[in-house]
């Protein structure tokens, strides 16, 4: 390894390059976010807000319920996370741990769903939460996704690994299956678990075509699709557009700082998909 | 057993008991574990086996915005054929993955290949390698649109300011694919980052000692050694990229929104996108976008066939993988 990968001057150059590429996007949109509209339309373009000003944040809110699309945002992530993990963990306990008659086919049937596009589920799940009156709730958003074949395959793999010894010993002792689940199964899987919890919260975070497709009020949305409602409706005012996207990104961006590790980790199960 | 029994009647009866109980005991097993089972498969069969044969059974319909849908036979596969715009997304579609997966293939071997030296600043490097799979995406993809826009946008300047002409990049069928698959590389890079990262690790530091020792430099060793044994991960990376800039949508309507009406939209429209247009943005059209979801998840099946087909033939497995 030290032979292969030896630092010198150009792997900095190299790094510091790249870097400032990736991170340049970013950049650009705290810039303008600072900018008012008049700065933003300036040839050649400033790239340093000045003076920098919070107009442009400001006019966020007159233009979209922010506010309200952060806390359905908040609202629908935690559920969406907490839920999936409920329903997930109690089918992959009941096919690792208890391995009930017929695991063999309900995991083919898991790794054939794997492969088939959600996108197809669109029009058929819109007609069904239409019937069952739910299009403009936010439990339209949360309802289809948490019956996750990826969440059940990972759990799966995890639940295999905890000790056979452990649940024997607590079957002893005449603890029920839920119980063991809880007090046993995901204190020792609970890596997998935060994996599924992460993973929830991020795949609700890129979703966007089902947002649009079931929630047409924008009090109903979440900040993804309701970002996308600024492009297009008015003159777009790039400053304000920034600025929105700063605010949406933000606290997303200190989770990630804050939870590193573990987003890293999750991402990289998140390959299996 | 028999000789207990013969010893003390009464064991035969525990035997018994015991037998019996063992039987129920299983069975409560399995209930047990069909009871946990319940809501996830309660929720598949209707949102995906129902869902399923609901979009197929939709597929042979007229369903229009008023009253029941009609039975129309094979109308609306015969329309799909006959649909230059279907032809026209699918070509988009396949446009932005022939360019978008070897991107993210050479730019997640170059930052690979980063993240195994040791510098300094490196836990900075790894956060900005890992943000834009982090973020919103429709905050970077509405960054993208503001740094390409054509009069105002940082890209122009950049290029009038040696000596260029601007460009219209949203408003012309080049500049839309370079822009959908620079944002689909920028979007997507990260985890297969991770996954070929991890794919170096595993190679034995040995094999490059010995090539080393036969006078192979660094680049010959990348190639000869590290890209062979890395095949796996690399198709497993080009599998996924694949896969997933085949179901495009997120990019592509936050970049020319439908609202438009525009000839931009022949630009952008991938199947997802032309999809959710028939469905959902002009009206009736519900039956035949269930035909082009179907001829999606067809077309998505004959190109993970033919990738896989491929692997077998060209990746490497070493004797532990």
């Known amino acids: 390894m030290e032979l292969q990968y030896r630092v010198s001057w150009w792997t900095y150059l190299i790094v510091i390059a790249v870097g400032l590429v990736l991170v340049f996007p970013f950049a650009w949109m705290f810039a303008t976010g600072l900018m008012t509209t008049t700065q933003t339309l300036l040839v050649p373009p400033n790239v340093i807000p000045s003076p920098p000003t919070l107009e442009g944040t400001q006019e966020v809110f007159n233009r979209i319920p922010f506010f309200t699309l952060l806390l359905n945002t908040i609202i629908v992530s935690v559920s969406r996370s907490f839920i999936t993990i409920v329903v997930c963990s109690m089918a992959a306990y009941a096919l690792a741990v208890i391995k009930v008659p017929g695991t063999g086919v309900i995991m083919v049937l898991i790794l054939a769903l794997l492969m088939v596009p959600g996108d197809v589920f669109v029009i058929p799940n819109f007609a069904i939460i239409a019937s069952m009156g739910l299009t403009n709730t936010l439990t339209a958003l949360v309802l289809p996704s948490v019956f996750d074949v990826f969440g059940v395959f990972l759990l799966y793999q995890f639940f295999r690994g905890v000790p056979r010894e452990l649940i024997e010993a607590a079957r002893m002792d005449g603890a029920s299956h839920p119980r063991i689940l809880a007090t046993i199964v995901i204190p020792v899987a609970r890596s997998g678990v935060i994996s599924l919890a992460i993973l929830a919260v991020l795949f609700e975070w890129k979703d966007l075509l089902w947002p649009i497709v079931v929630n047409r009020s924008a009090e109903k949305l979440t900040l993804g699709p309701g970002l996308a409602l600024l492009r297009g409706t008015y003159i777009t005012d790039w400053n304000v557009v920034m600025a929105a996207g700063v605010m949406a990104a933000l606290p997303m961006i200190i989770i990630f700082l804050v939870l590193q590790k573990q987003f890293i980790a999750s991402l990289a199960r998140s390959g299996l998909k | 057993m028999n000789q207990v029994g013969r010893k003390n009647p009464a064991g035969v009866l525990t035997g018994v008991r015991r037998v019996f109980a063992r039987r129920t005991l299983a069975q409560r097993e399995a209930i047990a574990g069909y009871l946990l089972l319940l809501p996830f498969l309660g929720g598949l069969a209707v949102f995906r086996f129902y869902g399923f044969f609901y979009n197929v059974w939709l597929s042979f319909m007229d369903a229009g915005a008023f009253g029941a849908p009609k039975f129309t036979g094979l109308d609306n596969y015969r329309k799909l054929i006959s649909d230059s715009q279907v032809w026209l997304s699918l070509g988009n579609t396949?446009?932005?993955?022939?360019?978008?997966?070897?991107?993210?293939?050479?730019?997640?071997?170059?930052?690979?290949?980063?993240?195994?030296?040791?510098?300094?600043?490196?836990?900075?490097?790894?956060?900005?390698?890992?943000?834009?799979?982090?973020?919103?995406?429709?905050?970077?993809?509405?960054?993208?649109?503001?740094?390409?826009?054509?009069?105002?946008?940082?890209?122009?300047?950049?290029?009038?300011?040696?000596?260029?002409?601007?460009?219209?990049?949203?408003?012309?069928?080049?500049?839309?694919?370079?822009v959908v698959s620079l944002l689909v590389i920028y979007l997507s890079f990260s985890v297969p980052t991770i996954i070929l990262y991890a794919g170096m690790q595993d190679i034995s530091p040995d094999l490059y000692e010995a090539a080393t020792l036969d006078g192979a430099g660094p680049i010959n060793r990348f190639f000869t050694i590290t890209l062979p044994l890395l095949s796996p991960s690399l198709f497993f990376v080009i599998i996924t990229t694949a896969i997933g800039t085949l179901k495009l949508f997120d990019v592509v309507y936050v970049l020319v929104p439908p609202i438009d009406q525009s000839v931009s939209l022949n630009y952008a429209f991938t199947l997802v996108y032309y999809y959710f247009y028939v469905g959902f943005v002009t009206i009736g059209g519900r039956g035949y976008a269930a035909a082009i979801s179907l001829f999606l998840l067809l077309i998505i099946m004959v190109v993970s066939g033919i990738l896989l087909r491929m692997q077998r033939r060209l990746v490497h497995y070493g004797e532990d993988g």
Do not use: H
């Open chain 2, 94 to 178: 396949l446009k932005f993955a022939a360019i978008a997966v070897p991107g993210v293939v050479v730019v997640s071997l170059l930052l690979a290949v980063l993240m195994q030296y040791r510098f300094r600043g490196e836990s900075v490097f790894r956060a900005i390698v890992f943000l834009p799979a982090v973020c919103l995406p429709t905050a970077l993809i509405l960054v993208f649109a503001w740094m390409f826009q054509t009069q105002y946008g940082v890209v122009n300047a950049a290029i009038q300011a040696i000596g260029g002409d601007p460009v219209s990049w949203l408003g012309s069928s080049a500049g839309v694919t370079t």
